[in-house]
């Protein structure tokens, strides 16, 4: 039997609903946890976070306006597609963090469910944190939350998926439109998700990946004004703090990287990371009560 | 450089025959045939050899639109596109990298060259008031930011239009001519015309009877630019809309071009942003070209301007290239190529924003209109 060829697969960048290459046109080396070559990928520029951070803001009005259980619906079928292609991401997260087949299988199992979870969430999330307040006049006091806006996603540098879904499901579910800049490092499981995401009814430009520099590309979406919050996860400490001086130009939303014991991924995420993004509306409404004030009506 | 003047009479021995028949007795010509001879030998050499006793004409093309043939004979002799070869260029000249100091001079010069555009059947005095603003004024939070060369609105909004740029130097351009379609008769698109000249119009925006020009009644066309520029006077300046969509193929935008230019506008334009294809870098490229060949030939500067479907400062700065690689510096001004754009002017804001303060800026920071 002759020995086959191998079929090398070019990771491509995931903006506005298609995979293009980085507009520098440059490339970058990605190695496994022992420094072997595993693929290229594509060193993004400020010009690629631009680009994306156009996308995000033209998907925002559609996204934000389907209806919470439409987002549910396209964010359960991710998930099912995630499953589908549950090998690839084992091997990849395998090859990435170093981790043995069970071990990077439990990961990519737990990243899955996480999806679903959050899934669940997209039409409760409005009752949890909405709801009507109780004032001292004729009004019905109506508090419902909005999504932020574009968020710019620093994706965890070390876990590479699971990480990876617990920062962008969260913040697409409650209707934002993310710019996520994959791990630096182990950027693979990253794009290869955006191929799931194009094909699962998620309008082009909800979620847009970008590979590259962390600190390169996050310091123009920092001082972007027309990216609305970060999430400031892969970000070092230092690199964090530099960030949100720059974010706080537009008085963006900064979601501070969490303590490192916060780091176990695995651990049940809790509102906190929907609610960051969110923008409390309220609205005052007469009730009309006009027998109160003695009308005959 | 294009040949202008097809020669419309015989070949050249055809021309010559008489001199050496008639001098040596300086006999007159007997026949009809031989006057027939002479008269076209004096046509052709009239103006090398004469002075002319009639005024003269605008240009020395005068001649070709004597009769529906001549200038069907003019236009159809006007060298055909290289299709090819013209997008090939157009592209070729918009892979040019504008940075900094050139990109900021350019910018400032595209905003500058916006006619400010509000086309729509929901118009209302509001909004044009509201456009009339951001043309004067195009960004508030910076006053090096230069106007916009002028606001453009239907005929029946340039009052409010007019009191709304009142005292800044920014022109009322009005469409006219039954815009878009320009289906309807003469006398009716020369009301049209003279309605927006009466309230004030700086500038008026015709449109070309495409029908006409396309059913091959190159004569109708020009009568009626002629008569529309005559309708203008001398208070406002003429844009000939071709609706370069309609036209269908390059050569016929070429001819167009020179049709409009014969009959006396002072702008050329593209598109009347109503149709699927509107202002390209090619089409945009090959009128150039015309006003270009026009002037050399004429000497006459004719404006150009594309309009409709440029909506990002690149692509405006790419046609700015076009203007001074083919038309030349010259050119590079509002009174002489403009842009008939409206979102355009807030990508230009932006891109200028980003290059006072490094940061990029966003749709919140411009007017919404």
Redo the contacts between chains.
């Keep these: 039997m002759s020995e086959r060829l191998s079929v090398f697969k070019t990771y491509k960048l995931y903006v506005g609903g298609k995979f293009p290459r980085s507009e520098s046109g440059r490339v970058y080396e990605v190695t496994d946890a022992k420094g072997k070559w595993l693929a290229n990928a594509p060193l993004s520029s400020r010009k690629d976070a631009?680009d994306a951070?156009v996308a995000a803001?033209k998907a925002f009005g559609g996204w934000s306006g389907a209806t919470a259980y439409n987002r549910g619906q396209i964010l359960y079928r991710v998930a099912e597609m995630l499953e589908g292609r549950r090998e690839q991401y084992v091997a990849e997260v395998a090859g990435a963090e170093g981790l043995s087949k069970s071990k990077a299988a439990a990961q990519v199992d737990a990243a899955i469910d996480r999806w679903v979870w959050y899934a669940g969430w997209t039409d409760k999330i409005a009752q949890v944190t909405g709801g009507g307040n109780p004032v001292a006049g004729p009004y019905f006091n109506l508090s419902s939350p909005e999504p932020t806006g574009v968020v710019a996603v620093l994706a965890p540098q070390d876990s590479s998926f699971l990480g990876l879904v617990s920062v962008v499901a969260p913040v697409i579910a409650t209707g934002n439109t993310a710019v996520v800049v994959a791990s630096e490092r182990h950027p693979l499981p990253a794009l290869s998700l955006g191929e799931v995401l194009a094909t699962s009814d998620l309008p082009g430009g909800v979620v847009n990946i970008l590979s590259g520099r962390t600190a390169e590309i996050a310091a123009?979406l920092a001082?972007?004004?027309?990216?609305n919050a970060i999430d400031l996860a892969g970000a070092g400490e230092e690199l964090a703090k530099e960030l949100e001086t720059a974010a706080a130009?537009n008085l963006k939303r900064v979601l501070r990287p969490q303590p490192v014991d916060g780091a176990d991924w695995s651990a049940t995420p809790g509102t906190e990371r929907m609610t960051a993004f969110l923008e409390t509306k309220t609205v005052w409404h007469p009730t009309g009560a006009l027998g109160a004030s003695g009308s005959s009506y | 450089m294009l040949p202008i003047v097809p020669d419309t009479l015989g070949p050249t021995t055809d021309a010559l025959r008489p001199t050496t028949a008639g001098t040596l007795t300086g006999s007159v010509p007997a026949t009809n045939e031989r006057a027939g001879l002479y008269s076209r030998y004096a046509r052709r050499y009239a103006r090398l050899v004469t002075m002319p006793t009639t005024a003269p004409a605008a240009h020395g093309l005068a001649d070709v639109t004597a009769s529906d043939s001549t200038l069907r004979r003019f236009l159809h002799g006007l060298p055909g596109v290289d299709t090819v070869g013209l997008e090939a260029r157009a592209a070729s000249l918009g892979t040019r990298s504008i940075k900094t100091t050139a990109k900021a001079y350019a910018l400032d010069l595209a905003i500058s060259m916006v006619d400010l555009t509000t086309l729509e059947g929901a118009d209302t005095p509001g909004k044009v008031r509201a456009l009339g603003a951001k043309a004067v004024r195009p960004d508030p939070t910076d006053r090096t930011a230069p106007a916009t060369a002028a606001v453009c609105v239907y005929p029946d909004m340039v009052p409010a239009a007019k009191a709304a740029v009142a005292g800044s130097g920014v022109k009322v351009a009005s469409v006219a001519t039954a815009f878009p379609a320009g289906r309807a008769s003469l006398a009716v698109k020369l009301a049209d015309v003279r309605e927006a000249v009466e309230a004030g119009a700086d500038e008026v925006d015709m449109v070309i009877d495409r029908g006409a020009f396309l059913a091959g009644h190159y004569l109708k066309v020009y009568d009626e630019i002629t008569a529309v520029r005559e309708a203008c006077g001398t208070a406002a300046r003429l844009k000939v809309i071709f609706e370069t969509g309609e036209l269908s193929t390059y050569d016929n935008i070429r001819r167009a071009s020179w049709l409009g230019m014969l009959a006396g506008a002072d702008f050329i334009k593209t598109s009347t942003g109503k149709v699927a294809v509107n202002a390209t870098p090619a089409n945009t490229l090959l009128m150039l070209e015309a006003v270009r060949d026009f002037r050399a030939q004429t000497g006459v500067q004719v404006g150009v301007k594309p309009a409709g479907g440029i909506r990002t400062a690149k692509d405006a700065i790419k046609f700015l290239v076009l203007v001074n690689e083919t038309a030349g510096e010259d050119w590079l001004d509002n009174h002489w190529f403009r842009f008939g754009a409206s979102s355009l002017l807030n990508d230009l804001l932006m891109q200028r924003?980003k290059l006072a303060t490094?940061?990029?800026?966003?749709?919140?920071?411009v007017t919404v209109d």
Excluded: I, K, L
């Design positions: 631009r951070v803001r123009p001082a972007h004004q027309d990216v130009d | 924003q490094g940061r990029y800026s966003g749709p919140d920071y």
